[in-house]
């Protein structure tokens, strides 16, 4: 699908989805608690329905009951032999793969070539030294081991998403176990949240240290109601309308969440108002509308931008060259990327999404200004499926075209 959009100015209230992070986790806890849990709200993303796909083939009964999700715990360490369908989501794979290792059966975890080819070095480092099996193809990744109640020692520069597929697994194992994590640690933000997740249903990993985790084991999650918070990331890029001008009032996010893109508020601010550097390091997703928003405020830099390249696209890459088509220049360097000051112009050539949701909405961001064709735009199914509509209920200028 095909979006057209003409310049137009934005107003009216928009109230942010669901967390995408938050609901992963959430589910993943319900699915491990014995009894059923009601989590809500939920949105019915690509990647939410990979997890709910993948927890499904594990054991647990998953049904929808409205804008909530009915769970019904499993037993992963007693799953059978499954196939794991992990889609396009990363945060799927890596949180469940651990999962995957707790009965010593072979499993098979799905997905799309680019999520197949993106690093679990964590993890094949980890099954490497314990002699379980991880072999990776172009169509799947099969795995077969049995984790143990222990001591690990892994890196935390690649993602915090392998901390917290060990965390998962590691909590269901009996005995306690310690995590010693390999500083620096990518995105804390995000570990805190699924610490907080787990808290929530009743499993409590001690912290003595930043880089280690005490893993109590055995300590059965509890079932019940969960709550989703408000998505600060899929909020991001109305934050960056209404501090570029539109009259937009956000609603439905938590000014004391753990959410890392929380800090999107004050990266615009910076970049509104000249300056020199932000950093992404904790917030890598936030780096496209940053870098859609440096290109309506005279330029910025952006550091910590070495992992955009392992992410749905090469984003720093690839927003290079869609920006190239408003007339704004970008240099990429080795972890940091600057985009130049030339004043954006309407683009003659056809924006790409790239398969990449959040490239798709950083372009619509700078479309109300320029107007412009982006051409993939319902790669938002992904993570915010509602997303057109929202701008459109907003006075967006858009029209909808299907191609094929």
Same mark, same amino acid.
């Given at each position: 699908?095909?979006?057209?959009?003409?310049?137009?100015?934005?107003?009216?209230?928009?109230?942010?989805?669901?967390?995408?992070?938050?609901?992963?986790?959430?589910?993943?806890?319900?699915?491990? !608690? +014995?009894? &059923? @849990?009601? $989590?809500? *709200?939920?949105?019915? /993303?690509?990647?939410? #329905?990979?997890?709910?796909?993948? %927890?499904?083939?594990?054991?647990?009964?998953?049904?929808?009951?409205?804008?909530?999700?009915?769970?019904?715990?499993?037993?992963? !360490? +007693?799953? &059978? @032999?499954? $196939?794991? *369908?992990?889609?396009? /989501?990363?945060?799927? #794979?890596?949180?469940?793969?651990? %999962?995957?290792?707790?009965?010593?059966?072979?499993?098979?975890?799905?997905?799309?070539?680019?999520?197949?080819?993106?690093?679990?070095?964590?993890? &094949?480092?980890?099954?490497?030294?314990?002699?379980?099996?991880?072999?990776?193809?172009?169509?799947?990744?099969?795995?077969?081991?049995?984790?143990?109640?222990?001591?690990?020692?892994?890196?935390?520069?690649?993602?915090?998403?392998?901390?917290?597929?060990?965390?998962?697994?590691?909590?269901?194992?009996?005995?306690?176990?310690?995590?010693?994590?390999?500083?620096?640690?990518?995105?804390?933000?995000?570990?805190?949240?699924?610490?907080?997740?787990?808290?929530?249903?009743?499993?409590?990993?001690?912290?003595?240290?930043?880089?280690?985790?005490?893993?109590?084991?055995?300590?059965?999650?509890?079932?019940?109601?969960?709550?989703?918070?408000?998505?600060?990331?899929?909020?991001?890029?109305?934050?960056?309308?209404?501090?570029?001008?539109?009259?937009?009032?956000?609603?439905?996010?938590?000014?004391?969440?753990?959410?890392?893109?929380?800090?999107?508020?004050?990266?615009?601010?910076?970049?509104?108002?000249?300056?020199?550097?932000?950093?992404?390091?904790?917030?890598?997703?936030?780096?496209?509308?940053?870098?859609?928003?440096?290109?309506?405020?005279?330029?910025?830099?952006?550091?910590?931008?070495?992992?955009?390249?392992?992410?749905?696209?090469?984003?720093?890459?690839?927003?290079?060259?869609?920006?190239?088509?408003?007339?704004?220049?970008?240099?990429?360097?080795?972890?940091?990327?600057?985009?130049?000051?030339?004043?954006?112009?309407?683009?003659?050539?056809?924006?790409?999404?790239?398969?990449?949701?959040?490239?798709?909405?950083?372009?619509?961001?700078?479309?109300?200004?320029?107007?412009?064709?982006?051409?993939?735009?319902?790669?938002?199914?992904?993570?915010?499926?509602?997303?057109?509509?929202?701008?459109?209920?907003?006075?967006?200028?858009?029209?909808?075209?299907?191609?094929?």
């Amino acid at each position: 699908m095909r979006i057209r959009m003409e310049p137009a100015e934005l107003r009216g209230t928009v109230s942010a989805p669901p967390s995408k992070s938050m609901a992963h986790r959430m589910l993943i806890c319900a699915a491990l !608690a +014995e009894g &059923e @849990s009601l $989590v809500r *709200p939920i949105e019915l /993303s690509e990647d939410i #329905l990979a997890t709910m796909d993948g %927890l499904r083939a594990l054991g647990a009964d998953i049904r929808q009951e409205g804008d909530a999700l009915r769970v019904a715990g499993c037993r992963p !360490a +007693e799953a &059978e @032999s499954a $196939v794991i *369908p992990c889609r396009e /989501s990363g945060s799927t #794979l890596r949180f469940l793969l651990p %999962l995957c290792l707790l009965n010593g059966r072979e499993m098979l975890l799905t997905g799309s070539r680019r999520l197949l080819e993106r690093p679990l070095d964590v993890y &094949e480092t980890l099954c490497r030294e314990r002699g379980f099996r991880l072999e990776r193809s172009p169509e799947n990744i099969r795995v077969q081991g049995k984790l143990e109640a222990g001591e690990y020692t892994v890196r935390g520069d690649l993602s915090s998403q392998f901390l917290t597929g060990m965390a998962y697994a590691l909590s269901l194992l009996d005995g306690e176990s310690v995590l010693r994590i390999l500083p620096p640690i990518e995105s804390e933000p995000y570990l805190r949240m699924t610490l907080e997740a787990m808290a929530a249903c009743g499993v409590t990993i001690r912290r003595p240290e930043p880089e280690t985790l005490v893993i109590p084991g055995g300590i059965p999650y509890s079932a019940g109601e969960k709550t989703v918070e408000g998505d600060w990331s899929n909020a991001a890029f109305f934050e960056a309308l209404r501090q570029a001008g539109h009259g937009i009032r956000i609603t439905g996010l938590r000014e004391d969440s753990l959410q890392g893109d929380k800090v999107c508020r004050e990266y615009f601010r910076q970049i509104a108002e000249g300056g020199e550097e932000v950093d992404v390091t904790d917030c890598p997703d936030l780096a496209p509308v940053l870098m859609t928003f440096a290109a309506m405020n005279g330029g910025a830099r952006l550091a910590g931008t070495r992992r955009l390249r392992f992410k749905e696209s090469d984003r720093g890459q690839v927003m290079a060259e869609e920006l190239a088509k408003f007339g704004v220049t970008v240099s990429i360097g080795e972890n940091e990327i600057t985009v130049g000051g030339e004043t954006p112009t309407a683009p003659r050539k056809i924006l790409d999404g790239h398969n990449d949701h959040r490239i798709v909405m950083a372009l619509a961001v700078l479309c109300t200004r320029t107007g412009g064709v982006i051409d993939g735009a319902e790669a938002v199914r992904k993570s915010f499926p509602g997303f057109w509509d929202a701008m459109d209920a907003l006075g967006a200028l858009l029209e909808r075209i299907i191609v094929g």
